[in-house]
Structures are given as C-alpha cells and as structure tokens.
C-alpha cells in the first residue's frame, strides 16, 4: 500500500537528517492493531529455545526480543560516549522482534546523527541487522534457520508465514562459503567473514 511505498522510497534515501521520520512511521507501526492481532503469540522463540542450540548461537534482534540483551556494539569502542544501550523486548514473538527492530531502527538514527563523522575501525566482531558477524562463526541467518523446525511445528499457515518474516532470513547470506578455523578449508553453510571495514561485504550493518 502506501505506507510501504513510502517506507521503500525512503530506504533508498535515508540518512541520519530523517530520524523525526523514521520515529513518525515507527509510532503508526506500533499503534496498528490489526498487526498486533496477527503477530501477537505467534512464533515464540524465548530464551529457553533460543539457547537450546547447540550448533549455532543466535544474536541479534531475536535474541533481544526474547529480553536477553547482547549486542556487540556493546563492546565496540566505536560507540563509546554515544550513550548506546541495547535494547530489549520481552514476548519473544513475531510481534516483539517487529517492535524490536522499529526500536532499534530509530535508535540507530539517533547513534547516526551522535557519531558524526566518527569512523568505526575494523575489529573481531560487528553487530548486523540479524546478529553478530564474526570471521569465526556462521552468518546470523544459518543459525536461524536452525529455529524452524522448532518454531513451525503444528503451525497454521498463516502463523507461519507470520513467523517466518518475522525472523528477517537470508537465504543468500546462510549459503555464503567460508574457512573453517581450524583446516582452512572452505564450506558451504558455514559463510565466509565478511569484510567488516566495508560494512559486511555489502551487508547492511547496525550503525
């Protein structure tokens, strides 16, 4: 509809000028109950799951909508003396990590328009849109996808598109190769470190 067009048209642009935007379209986001009624419940993926994995750990806006609050920007001397805090959900469901990454979007704006033209250095490790990055472990989309089976157990169609879209996958980046520490031979499903100076070999990354 419109408000989607508008949202587009304003990704394609945005810069650190449009905060009082982006908090203006989060505050409808958040108000709309019929997005409340279909998100609310569903999906749940709390702390109980989540840290059930054994293969993969999962970070990021997910985590954080499950009340834990890890963000590698927490240690980024990057964001020191930016006020940063993570922020955090409690419901772990669809519509907690829809509030959560609205939150974290217009918080993002803020930390923009504080750093200025500070410039982060490269490091071990980057928080991006679905987690941390780090040239020791998958992309954060591989260890999502591990919630799946989990997470669509018994679900409803509709629930589970619901649930699916709510944990923001990419596919692509899940298939990326990498080097494993240990031999240095190259994988598929466990994705190559991404060039973090660079922003993540393309990826967007959290501000």
Known sequence: GALGRRLATLARSLTAGDRGTVESLSRRMTKRRSLAWAMAGVGVA???????????????????????????????????????????????????????????????????????????????????????????????????????????????????VTTVASLDLDVEEAALPTLTPASGSRMVGIPAAPDYQNGGGGARTSP
């Open 46 to 160: 709390d702390g109980e799951l989540l840290d059930g994995l054994e293969a993969r750990l999962v970070t990021g806006p997910v985590r954080r909508a499950a009340g834990q609050a890890e963000d590698a920007r927490d240690h980024d001397p990057a964001y020191e003396g930016l006020g940063f805090e993570p922020v955090v959900h409690r419901e772990a469901d669809a519509w907690a990590r829809f509030r959560q990454r609205l939150a974290e979007a217009t918080q993002a704006m803020d930390l923009a328009e504080r750093a200025g033209t500070r410039l982060r250095q490269p490091g071990p490790a980057l928080e991006g849109p679905r987690g941390t990055l780090h040239p020791d472990t998958a992309m954060p989309t591989t260890a999502l996808l591990e919630l799946l089976p989990d997470l669509l157990a018994g679900m409803e169609w509709g629930d589970a």
